[in-house]
């Protein structure tokens, strides 16, 4: 039998897979706008050396974050829908033990994160040509990254290991990874040195210096640990798949249930909170039954609000950078759109595993009836968390065009009313091309991820493609000259692709919807846009 046969076949896999080498262009193209931004603020007030010393703390600092996320949304639910399908048992009648089938899941879905930090890594090699960064420094980091990236990629096996639901594995996975990788670290004590935060802070040149026998310790506990946790996995995964199935086996763990839950004693519905059906659309009266905004989407974005506010020169007169105020803006969008690519994405792929979708398909419904029921639900469902982030975003423009005035108020007030319309166009997008890429992709993870590069990571490509064409043609001068030029092709890029997005999603979901309703696993080619019986991307 071959050595580790389960890891040959997910790395032959991911071989042929689109994601495997768009990852690499992604990380790249991140950190190329990163530090195109950056250039182009540095060149006004900082010295050559400041702003790389500058510019390479805010890269490792964004990779570290991503590493830290991998995680949550590559391994939290690898195993996990093993279980649910019941085909984890299938592997272990076989020859096969625990670590052949952890290690191999690892090895499947660590190769896109791993691609992606290795696209980033060259460009974190420009502040090294700028100066203010040492050689070590930027080998300390690399060691950093890829350790945090295994540990976040070995805690998502564990916890995958011990649950059965999507969303309570991978809610788990975060909190996990945000209390060992952020919130030991800030409550310092004997919790700090457990943090890989920790190991990220004494790899810079001025900590290192002080302490360097504390970064090869805690590099070292990091990487023990994360050994452990995969340990931990391999011992767990042949004695926790023998799960019982829930009932139902998936609708009920997933975004919506299709079925009203009857109380065994008294055989009435239980009461759900959603209005009597009447004479509206069934779709999104079932859709609606558990219609309750998330606790921790309000909690995530109470904070991601108060960290723009901090931020925001408007609120705080020791802030002028409104470059910094603009991207807080950004990150506090991002905050609710991954919250409604998550949702959208898990509508249909739950009912269409467990059967729900043909059931529909049998009534007389038609399919827009049924689109129309999921995105009404969808519409409810987020309808306040919108609101509240539009009154916010208007609330912070009128006081910063007061406080402003004059024509600078204008144009700043112009522009906000842009980033608006731009957020707006891009909720719709990831609305639609969630729920397509929810139905038409296997997995988890891999919707989500596809929503939120296509809809919010193609402009930002562009935009870094734009500037490194302006600084090599006329330095930093011409990129600090047009500078307003690009964020105007950045945005209108940005809604020129939402509309696509919508666009292309909203033909796929009335053209393809019933064949894809019928599959377990679908894989839509390049050529014919819909190939039948052929396993999916994960």
Known sequence: MNTLPIVGRELRVASRRRLTYGSRLAGAGIACGVTAWLLVR???????????????????????????????????????????????????????RGHDVVLGKLAGTSLHAFYMLLGALPVMMIPLLLGGVTTGELFRMTLVLLNTMFFSLAIGLFVSTLNVKQRRTILITTAVLFMVGLAFHFMGGVLR???????????????????????????????VA????????????????????????????????????????????????????RDGNPIKWLADRDGRTPVWMWVTLVLAAMAWLMVHPVFNANRRSIELAMIGGILFHAVLKCWIAWDATLRFAADRRCGALEVLLSTPLTVREILHGQLSSLFN????????????????????????????????????????????LDVAAIAVLGMWLGLKTRGASAPLVQTLARVMMVPTVIFALLAFGLLSAGGATA????????????????????????????????????????????????????????????
């Open 42 to 96: 540095a060149s006004v007030a900082l010295s050559v050396a400041q702003a790389g010393a500058s510019l390479f703390s805010i890269l490792s600092n964004l990779a570290f974050l991503a590493c830290l996320a991998a995680g949550a949304l590559l391994t939290a639910d690898c195993i996990s829908e093993e279980k649910r399908e019941g085909t984890l048992g299938l592997l272990f009648l076989t020859d096969l």
């Open 193 to 223: 040195p457990l943090s890989p935060r920790w190991t990220y802070q004494l790899a810079f040149e001025a900590e290192f210096a002080l302490r360097p026998r504390s970064f090869h310790l805690s590099c070292l506990w990091v990487h």
């Open 226 to 277: 994360a050994w452990g946790f995969l340990g931990w996995a391999c011992w767990l995964a042949p004695r926790k798949w023998q799960e019982e199935k829930l009932q139902p086996p998936l609708a009920a763990d997933e975004a919506v249930s299709l079925w009203p839950v009857l109380d065994e004693t008294t055989g009435e519905a239980l009461p759900l909170g959603a209005p009597p059906l």
């Open 381 to 424: 469902l987020f309808l306040k968390p919108l609101m509240a982030v539009v009154i916010l975003d208007l609330t912070i423009l009128v006081s910063a065009f007061q406080g402003t005035g004059g024509p600078a108020g204008g144009v700043f007030m112009g522009f906000s009313l842009v980033v608006m319309l731009s957020f707006l």
């Open 479 to 538: 990129l600090s000259q047009y500078r307003g030029t690009l964020l105007a092709v950045w945005f209108l890029v940005g809604g020129i692709n939402s509309m696509f997005c919508i666009f292309h999603a909203f033909t796929g979901l009335q053209e393809h919807f019933r064949e894809l309703a019928t599959l377990q696993t679908v894989e839509v080619s390049r050529k014919s846009g819909l190939a039948i019986g052929r396993p999916a991307e994960a």
